[in-house]
């Protein structure tokens, strides 16, 4: 998480409107589902790709570390939708491997399925990462403010954001503290101590939003939780990207 | 210092929290002049943080009365909004202070709060953040700042409501010797501009060196208002300061 907030904030597409990538995410990420063609969703894989990488200046290791971890999760709901268990003495003709009194089948239908779903996923993971890894949480409640989605639901959605760091210092703190007298040692030592730092915590976190309630009210809060509209570039070149990769990917779908 | 003008008068506050069999503030009268650098001083669980609580109605005092710029805090929303404005309060830990995920936007908040439009916040924020030296800061997020910087980031924030007095609750206990003196020199030139500055702290040799005036709390009460002369002159009221083996260093 650290990861993706540090690019988030690093990256060369950081001061373009929110809007323009949303856009780009949002558009390609139905083009696949829409779609459901093979060729068309890797088209828009390498697409947005090249835009997180090459424009944005995000490493392909990130870009492609945090991919491969979705897919890993993908590739398993593949095979599950690619692949039939079955007793090895039913259906011989049927194509697969017999493991034991198991036989494990496949055809060219439930392949081609397991590839469409694994493919359309995908598309809609590196859709999402590249606004992810693009935009900064900050500016999405800003986006999401001028959406005009109801105020106290991006209000929230702030101050959970904010709270997460400060929680997850918080356990990294404690963590050491447990740490440097040998609450991580042993397997039970380590069960015990998980328990009670998560026991902690929670008492941290209530504490801690007690603390910043009262910071609020010091500051003037007056039940509506207002700061200030982010400035960005208008630069519309990312929309002609989107555009040109949503053609490409209509062109791939068409093609047999 | 301008000695004619109070910024602030307690007359016999007292305040006992809620399941508390003893008042953690017990009749405290006080008047501090306008412009003055003032540090509180006293023990743990001396009061300190419940009376700087009360300058700017986080907490009602049970009885008496506090005045600020010679008017009562009226406790109805209005009064507290303007009391609120008046009375900035920074924190010990920036981490209980900072609410929001940008730099920009956590300054942003106090103002907007006041009813100011985004341009008056805008140009206010850029203000402070140029006092405060974080002015290359303003696009982070706050959570990825040291804890110097989240310290003045928090101090911008209060200061963007123009407050008149400022009051800081041991905010200096975290930072390291050179971000404390970058904080002294700045509270020295917001006392220059005028404003009232009350910093409690439990380093005696800034309470020596650096203020107009010490209050001494202990047990919920004032024991002393004066110059640090008079306070460091007085051997029973130091002992009230810390341990005198302390003095021998």
Not at chain 1, 12 to 30: E, H, I, W, Y
Not at chain 1, 47 to 75: D, K, N, Q
Not at chain 2, 218 to 227: H, K
């Amino acid at each position: 998480m650290r990861l993706i907030d540090h690019w988030a904030y690093a990256n060369r597409l950081r001061r373009v409107d929110p809007v323009f990538k949303a856009f780009v995410s949002a558009s390609t990420l139905t083009a696949a589902l829409l779609l459901n063609r093979v060729p068309s969703s890797l088209v828009g894989v390498v697409g947005l790709t090249l835009i997180a990488v090459v424009w944005a200046g995000i490493p392909w290791r990130v870009f492609g570390a945090v991919l491969l971890a979705e897919s890993s999760f993908l590739v398993l709901s593949a095979f599950g939708i690619a692949l039939s268990l079955q007793p090895a003495t039913g259906w011989p003709d049927a194509t697969g491997v017999s493991i034991g009194i198991a036989r494990v089948t496949w055809s060219d239908t439930s392949v081609e399925a397991a590839a469409r779903v694994f493919s359309r996923a995908l598309a809609g993971c590196a859709a999402v990462n590249l606004l992810a890894l693009t935009t900064p949480v900050i500016d999405v409640i800003a986006l999401l403010y001028r959406l005009r989605l109801p105020t106290p639901l991006v209000e929230l959605m702030s101050v959970v954001y904010r709270a997460i760091f400060v929680l997850l210092d918080s356990l990294d703190r404690m963590r050491v503290a447990q740490d440097n007298r040998l609450g991580y040692a042993g397997f039970r030592q380590g069960f015990r101590s998980a328990a009670m730092l998560a026991t902690r915590l929670f008492l941290d976190a209530y504490q801690r939003s007690q603390r910043l309630h009262t910071a609020q009210l010091s500051r003037g809060y007056a039940n509506q939780f207002t700061v200030l509209e982010t400035a960005y570039s208008r630069d519309r070149a990312l929309i002609w990207a989107g555009s040109a990769l949503l053609i490409l990917m209509l062109a791939a779908g068409a093609w047999q | 210092m301008n000695t004619f003008a109070p910024a602030l008068v307690l007359t016999g506050v007292t305040y006992q929290y809620p399941g508390s069999q003893t008042p953690s503030l017990r009749n405290i009268n006080l008047s501090l002049p306008a412009g003055a650098r003032v540090v509180v001083v006293g023990p743990n669980g001396s009061g300190k943080s419940t009376f700087f609580l009360h300058l700017n109605a986080i907490l009602k005092p049970r009885a008496g009365q506090i005045a600020v710029a010679g008017q009562p805090i009226r406790y109805n929303p209005p009064g507290v909004r303007q009391v609120r404005q008046q009375v900035g309060l920074v924190f010990q830990n920036p981490e209980d202070q900072l609410l929001s995920a940008s730099v920009a936007q956590d300054i942003s908040f106090g103002p907007l709060n006041l009813g100011l439009s985004q341009a008056e916040a805008r140009r206010r924020v850029n203000e402070v953040a140029e006092l405060c030296q974080v002015s290359d800061l303003l696009d982070r997020p706050t959570h990825a700042l040291s804890i110097g910087q989240k310290m003045r980031v928090a101090l911008a924030g209060v200061l963007a409501m123009q407050p008149a007095i400022l009051v800081a609750d041991e905010s200096l206990a975290m930072l390291d010797p050179w971000m404390q003196q970058r904080m002294i020199d700045l509270f020295d030139q917001l006392a220059r501009g005028g404003k009232t500055i009350l910093l409690a702290t439990h380093d005696l040799f800034l309470a020596r060196h650096w203020p107009d005036l010490i209050v001494v709390m202990n047990g919920g009460q004032i024991l002393a208002c004066d110059t640090p002369a008079s306070i460091f002159a007085d051997r029973d009221l130091m002992r009230h300061l810390g341990p005198m083996e302390r003095w021998k260093w």
